[in-house]
């Protein structure tokens, strides 16, 4: 007998909301296969490739995969990254979730040869924001969606491209890739929440590099820089 409908966060949800109908998609770095598993419950036309590096995750996802019975729609590959894609392979969507936008770049410029599948990537970076946007626009996505969640006291950026094959990289500012073009449209109040707190970290860094000894006046130029940007925003006087 199948299992009910299976319980997921608000993150992964808010990122389900993403894909399109009918998608056949690829999660890198699935954890336990939860996001493939709750669309595919969803959406009776939907097909997913959960994909783990480490086999302990792997072999947690293919048990969540068989407890909910979609084996037949659910293909669980144990690689690193793209590398689990076989020729033969169509998925049109691609999920990056829970991982640092440095990380994600890492994947994406690693695989980029394997890109030409996907008509859109969603990223999820824990931290890095600027990195995972750097690595779609250098791909020739275009940043279509920007969208902001909080759980569990953690504010979450969710980064949606679509492949227009642009050159979108040459229109963003440095201020927009730590900040996001659309965030900082909208400012969201979690976007002022964030950056307020980004805020006093970066200050906080600042303050001890200024009493360093040895003085890195490179990477002071640079958090000054940020700093200023992010008072802008936050209408700083």
């Not at 250098?138 to 969606?145: A, K, S, V």
Request: a neutral charge; aromatic letters at 8%; charged letters at 30%.
């Amino acid at each position: 007998m199948k299992e009910k409908h299976l319980p997921i966060s608000k993150r992964l949800k808010t990122i389900a909301t993403y894909l399109s109908q009918g998608s056949y998609f690829l999660d890198v770095g699935s954890d336990h296969a939860y996001l493939p598993c709750y669309v595919c419950q969803h959406d009776h036309k939907a097909q997913a490739i959960a994909g783990e590096i480490n086999e302990g995750p792997f072999y947690s996802a293919k048990q969540t995969v068989e407890k909910y019975g979609l084996s037949n729609r659910i293909d669980v590959r144990l690689g690193d990254g793209l590398d689990v894609l076989n020729d033969s392979d169509a998925p049109f969507e691609l999920v990056i979730a829970g991982m640092g936008g440095t990380l994600i770049k890492k994947i994406l410029g690693r695989g980029h040869q394997l890109l030409t599948h996907f008509k859109r990537i969603i990223v999820q970076p824990n931290i890095d924001e600027r990195d995972a946007r750097i690595a779609l626009l250098r791909l020739g996505y275009t940043i279509t969606h920007e969208h902001l969640i909080k759980e569990n006291g953690h504010i979450y950026e969710i980064i949606v491209a679509d492949f227009i094959n642009s050159k979108e990289m040459e229109k963003w500012a440095e201020k927009d890739l730590l900040l996001g073009r659309q965030l900082q449209f909208e400012r969201h109040p979690l976007f002022i929440e964030k950056w307020q707190s980004e805020h006093r970290a970066r200050a906080r860094i600042l303050s001890q590099m200024k009493r360093a000894k040895k003085k890195n006046d490179e990477k002071m130029a640079r958090f000054e820089r940020e700093l200023s940007w992010i008072e802008e925003v936050l209408d700083y006087e």
